[in-house]
């Protein structure tokens, strides 16, 4: 009989790529999601339990006979009914779970740099590696930067920008610097570190450093595009992103997330971890970059009307 892990958000972003190297590897997955997706290769595979976090008997017999948990749950802002409060105090309340039933490893999610400062997704990551530490079971923290690669926000989206608008806006003097880590190499990451045994933290970063600048000027060029970037003030920046929000009726960048960028929260002070170049990605995947604008509030928001009544 194969040994049982859990994927948090196997059809989600991340965690679709951690899943199927559990599988791989001889492993049963389960995941907890608010949207199973029967039209993933993977959905006959994987048993979907509801993220009900105020339902501990449904909590605890989704990870009844787990070995791992892959955690990757989390918010990326404040939205709707969605907090980082709430996400802080549900991840809580998922790790208690997890020893409730028995679980004897967590890989968690967490990001680089997390810290105790007054932007909210760092302050909440910072204090669930506390509770990880603290929790009494076997764990392993990784620590991703800025992720790229089929599916991400970010990278796509300033592509998607690039693509459609005639001019690009960067915050600031755009000298900030930026470290992605592709998607595949993070998955790898997060898979081997449930099969080690050690407490350990570790970074998931990528090869190349940019300047937000360097960064946006080497999509341009690898699309082989021709938009004008200029520079504004971050409040005008951010008013601007507010503005194009509206145009793709999504949350595109908050004024938290221009100040972690700015303040270069997604570098890593370790050596890299993760082989592969944004740059010569960027190059050979030039067709499809920035093709289709990703929306987190499709993802998380509007479809989770849909999932709910799909269910
Ligand atoms: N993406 C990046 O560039 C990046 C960079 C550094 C660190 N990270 C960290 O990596 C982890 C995974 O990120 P990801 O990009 O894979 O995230 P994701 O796919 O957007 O979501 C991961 C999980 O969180 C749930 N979730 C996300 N937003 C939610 C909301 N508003 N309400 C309720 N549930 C929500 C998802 O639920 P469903 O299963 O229902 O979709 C999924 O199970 C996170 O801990 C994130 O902080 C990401």
Redesign the pocket.
Known sequence: MSQLDLV?????????FVAPRLLARGRQVR?????PDPTSPLSGEIEAFP?DFADPGALNAALRGVDTLY???????T????SFAQ?VGNTQTLIEAAKAAGVRRIVH????NPADSDLP?YRG?ARLEEAVRASGLSYAIV??????GHG???INNISWFLRHLPVFGIPGDGGYRLQP?FVEDYADVVADAGFSTDNVVRDAAGPEIFTFEELVGMLREAMELHTSLIHLPPALALAGTRLVGLMVRDMVLTGAEIRGLMAEL?VSKEPPTCPTRLSEWARAHQAELGRRYAS?LD???RR?VA?AQGR
């Not at 995941?31 to 949207?35: E, G, K, R, S, Y």
């Not at 999610?109 to 680089?112: D, M, Q, R």
């Not at 620590?143 to 790229?148: H, I, V």
């Open positions: 948090t958000g196997a059809f989600s972003y991340t965690g679709r995941t907890l999601t608010n949207h993220f955690n990757t749950y989390w918010v990326r802002s939205h709707g009914p969605a996400a999610v967490s990001i680089a997704y990551k620590r991703p930067t800025l992720l790229f991400d926000v970010l880590v997604l987190e993802r998380h928001y989770a999932g």
